[in-house]
């Protein structure tokens, strides 16, 4: 087997000596190419696990490994396999301009000169940044800053690229090109992705995996695909009935909410069966149907569903 892109083996990270973990025998391999969405509520453990993987933070136990480089263990071979943007801190420096912040970052990564300015011009004019190259990073807009943290991230040509929140604070436009800048490195580059986010679109639209961490465990790791996949199991059913009439004790699942001239009995049914018992129900009281509509969850719902499991133990 390929050595994997990212391996973490039972990690764990206790603040506080007695404390409750933070991350708690956290692990999970992630094969080279992937873009992998790393998931949870707020306070699992993400931003924990990102900063032991990008050597800033130790672990109280456990390794991660990237590219088989314990991080650790061998830190400068691990340094040189990966480009980390962390959430909310500053990744580059306000006081530069783009342009000194790239050279700076590549020469810190080992880079000639040479290889840093060329690498540099590239990624500037990628991003739409070039004619701003020598403005001080400190009077860009948010997405601007975002965009040359990324750029200083991928400076040195990483395989690996760790991504905290990439998207959180960007107007529409910037997402956009953030979003389409991580689908390339991944379809066109071949890195390994691992994103943090709580914006549910980017996870569906860009990850190939989806980790889900919750009290500093894996509480769900799969292919995208096949997590959506296993709730579709569960559609949703919304019925309408014309006005507002009395209803008959609707079967288990669903609920009634008043419209402006409707009705509407909403259930998530595992079986469509149990619709068609709605609808023979609501047709014996004489009620009048306007609509039924069957919609698939999105990973908005999996991700709530996921969630809400876990707050109830
Ligand atoms: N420096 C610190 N000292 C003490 N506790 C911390 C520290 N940093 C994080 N924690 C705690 O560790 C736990 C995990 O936090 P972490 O930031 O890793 O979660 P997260 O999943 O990234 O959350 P969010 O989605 O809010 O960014 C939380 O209970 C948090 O309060």
Redesign the pocket.
């Known amino acids: 087997m390929n050595t994997p892109a990212i391996e973490i083996t039972g990690l764990t990270k206790t ?2 000596p007695g404390g409750e973990p ?1 991350v708690d025998d956290l692990s999970l391999t992630v094969e080279p190419g992937t873009v992998i969405g790393f998931l ?10 990102i900063k032991i993987a990008a050597g800033l933070l130790s672990a109280t136990a456990g390794t991660v490994r990237l590219n088989g480089h314990d991080v650790a263990a061998r830190r400068s071979a691990a340094m040189a396999q990966f480009g980390a943007v962390l ?1 909310g801190s500053r990744n580059v420096y306000w006081t530069l301009t783009a342009w000194q912040n790239l050279i700076y970052f590549g020469r810190l990564k080992g880079m000639t000169r040479a290889a840093a300015r060329s690498r540099a011009t590239a990624l500037l004019t990628e991003l739409d940044l070039w004619e701003r190259r020598d403005d001080t990073v400190g009077g860009f807009s948010r997405g601007m800053q975002q965009k040359v943290a990324i750029a200083a991230a991928l400076i040195a040509d990483p395989a690996i690229v760790l991504l905290d929140e990439p998207t959180l604070g960007l107007d529409v436009a910037a997402t956009r090109t953030v979003k389409n800048w991580i689908a390339e490195l991944s379809n066109d580059r071949g890195k390994t992705v691992l994103l ?1 986010t ?1 914006q549910l679109d980017v996870v569906e639209e860009l990850c190939d995996r989806v980790a889900v ?1 919750r009290a500093g465990r894996i509480a769900t790791d799969l292919p995208t695909g096949e997590l959506l996949a296993g709730f579709r199991l569960r559609d949703t059913y919304e019925v309408h009935v014309e006005g507002h009439p009395d209803l008959p004790v609707l079967p288990a699942g669903f609920t009634a909410t008043a419209e402006a001239d409707t009705t509407a009995i909403t259930g998530r049914v595992a079986d469509p069966r149990e619709v068609y018992d709605l609808i023979d129900l609501l047709r014996a009281r004489g009620l009048v149907l306007r609509s039924l509509t069957q919609s698939q969850p999105g990973i908005e719902d999996v991700f709530l569903t996921l969630v809400g499991d876990a707050r109830h133990g």
């Open positions: 603040y506080r933070a949870g509520p707020n306070g699992a453990g993400k931003t924990t696990t959430e943090t709580h961490i």
